[in-house]
């Protein structure tokens, strides 16, 4: 074994747990081509019904733009106010740091169930305020989503700005540059990458969400895990199968290019 390659054992080792971990995920292949109306291998039968099902059936079509629309604008807002919470915290140092993060960071730590019914209540209170903004409206679940995932930003933008070196913060405060300038011009472009991947992880974080999205919503909000769930729970469809296999697939599609597109720039760069 050199100092750059792994050995036969660690191989093989890694390779048997990925099988193990991919398995149940496997599973869902053969599953996904069932004629039955119901969940069930194919007993020697193959059909893509269900997958027809994914295109004629307006509530998929519906609920996976819904979940699109929600998770971006839940990544947005919730990118946008990491990163002004961060920030702040890193040019300013206010006191009680500490403090003031852990309290941002509780979402994190309260059981879901609590954060679920809490928000349950604001929405709706809001609902009697505004139609758009409140109980089972697709603007409600992605405010609930913005509470649950910024704490998760606000994590991965403070990693980002400790690796920032902050001589060259302070050489520009030294040259009068403002604080927006400071913050637009030097600190923000050398957390780039951070911030992409606190967008990228909020929008799937929103897009896998179920748990406080089955409290806010009832008829109206409907987005793809809930319907999925509803699925699982009611109908046992065995169509959830095939979007099973259409994320999946997506999802190695995704993952293939993001380590070719690494490996490219890791060849730019020697």
Known sequence: MTAHRPGLIALTAAVLVAVFLLMPLLAVVPVSFTPARYLSMPNGHYSLVHYQQLFTNPDWGNSILLSIRIGVVSSVIATTLATLFALGIWMFRPRFTAAIVGFVLLPMIVPPVVSAMTLYFLLTALSQVSNLVGYDTWLGVALAHV???????????????????????????????????????????????????????????????????????????????????????????????????????????ILIIRMIYSSVRARQGH
């Open 147 to 253: 509470v649950m995932i910024v704490p998760f930003c606000v994590v991965l933008i403070l990693v980002a700005l400790s690796q920032v070196d902050r001589r060259i913060d302070l050489a520009a405060r030294g040259m009068g540059a403002t604080v927006w300038q400071r913050a637009t011009k030097i600190v923000l472009p050398n957390i780039k990458f951070g911030l992409l991947t606190a967008a990228m992880l909020s929008f799937v974080l929103s897009w896998e969400e179920i748990g406080v999205t089955l409290f806010i919503t009832s008829v109206n909000a409907i987005t793809l895990p809930r319907l999925m769930w509803s699925g699982v729970r009611d109908n046992i469809d065995p169509a959830i199968a095939s979007i099973s296999v259409v994320l999946i697939t997506l999802t190695t599609l």
